[in-house]
């Protein structure tokens, strides 16, 4: 994989830079700027190369129309202020472009090209729609590590057309996974949470083999709470998802891994009541369980103290009550405590926990924060990405 910093003179070369500003809007306002604030590098890099840059994003999906709501207006204003350089958004239907109506101004450096999933032809991969985009440019650089699963035209099929690199952000997330996948340090511990094992089962199983703890927290340690013979009363679980329990089992007899989920809980009779410690065999019909009880915080605080390698996806309660954050944030604070004297190396995804730990303050005390959703659990799973396998 080619890395656009190692290329020598792009002064006024026209650069393709596909990034993923889908950030949330909110009444034409973003209401969290942490995937902009990630694609600055590469924009300033390619401002001091002296780079015509033609910026590809998309927000929400439009599904091949055109939708106001879901214009980059404010998010071109956005990295014009953080930037302090004029952007030009250019709203005219792209099919009309020629490469010379992109730059008439000399003084202009940076054009937006209005959101491209209002083009039906994206999403399809379509192959002229790419060729026409890739007409634009003399090359291509992919900093959008988020969309990088997509096989969509200006991921993928663009690649095709113009000699394509990998940008600083994709190139910083692919080796920040590295380190929790191939090139690892162990010990090495998972901590995976979320509502459904269904959209986690494929992680888990491929990542047994390679790590020492997979801590299983959150909504979807209630079903193997519940496989285990245990009730759990009125909380979230996903149906039909014995058999990827016992999957998960079945492969770790062949793996010196283990898995860790709560032996004690913390329950409440509504989301916003206040919280009381339970054991497993002490759960009634009305309970619903909203974070790990104190014997299981402990439990994976000497894990993590324990660990060189640690990996979190998905909090370990429901977070948004104060009284049930408990877990989560003491599994942030010890994470953290341990990266101060770089004894730990720490990637943390998903959109849940990044938002626990902005919550918290503690962003800046990871070692590497995903925002990619999707591509970041594909690529944990093993699988091979439409926008990187283009890349390479």
């Known amino acids: 994989m080619n890395s656009i910093k190692d290329q020598k003179n792009l002064n006024k070369k026209k650069v393709l830079l596909r990034l993923d500003l889908n950030v949330p809007l909110k009444n034409g306002s973003i209401t969290d700027e942490t995937r902009i604030n990630k694609i600055i590098p590469i924009i300033n890099f390619l401002i001091k190369e002296q780079s015509k840059i033609i910026i590809i994003s998309h927000v929400g999906r439009p599904k091949g129309k055109i939708t106001t709501g879901l214009s980059l207006k404010p998010i071109c204003e956005n990295i014009e202020k953080k930037i302090n350089r004029k952007i030009r958004l250019v ?52 900093d959008a590590f988020s969309c990088s699963h997509r096989a969509h035209a200006s991921v993928s099929k663009i690649t095709e057309f113009l000699p394509s690199f990998a940008g600083l952000q994709l190139e910083t997330e692919i080796s920040a996974l590295k380190k929790v996948t191939t090139e690892i340090k162990k010990p090495i511990t998972c901590i995976i949470g979320g509502s459904k094992i269904s959209t986690k089962i494929g992680i ?12 299983i927290v ?6 193997i709470i519940k496989y285990n013979g245990n009730q ?28 860790i989920f709560p032996e004690d809980v913390l329950i409440g009779k509504n989301l916003d009541d206040e919280p009381q410690i339970k054991e497993l065999d002490d759960i009634k019909d009305d309970d619903i369980i909203l ?14 103290k324990n660990s060189e390698t640690v990996l979190w996806n998905g909090p370990a309660g429901y977070f948004e009550n104060p009284n049930f954050a408990n877990g989560s944030y003491n599994i942030a604070k010890a994470i953290t405590n341990k990266n101060k004297n770089n ?45 990187i396998k283009a890349l390479n």
Not at 218 to 223: I, L
Not at 232 to 259: A, P, R, V, W, Y
Not at 294 to 304: S, W, Y
């Open 91 to 142: 709203k005219e239907d792209i099919f009309k472009l020629k490469k010379e109506d992109l730059f008439k101004n000399s003084n202009d450096q940076i054009v937006f090209l209005e959101n491209i999933r209002f083009y039906k032809e994206e999403e399809k991969n379509d192959a002229k729609f790419a060729q026409h985009l890739a007409n634009f440019a003399d090359l291509y650089v992919n």
């Open 204 to 215: 888990i199983k491929n990542l047994i083999s390679k790590f020492d703890n997979i801590i």
């Open 218 to 223: 959150g909504g979807m340690a209630n079903n």
């Open 232 to 259: 759990i009363g009125k909380s979230i679980k996903e149906e039909n998802c014995d058999q990827m329990i016992k999957e998960i089992f079945e492969t770790l007899k062949s793996h010196s891994c283990k898995i």
């Open 291 to 304: 974070d790990i009880g104190p014997k299981t915080l402990d439990k994976i605080k000497v894990i993590i």
């Open 343 to 387: 004894s730990i190396y720490s990637v943390v995804g998903g959109g849940d926990t990044i938002a626990l730990i902005n919550k918290i303050k503690l962003i800046e005390n990871f070692n590497f924060v995903s925002t990619a959703g999707g591509a970041f659990l594909e690529y944990l799973e093993g699988k091979e990405l439409p926008g």
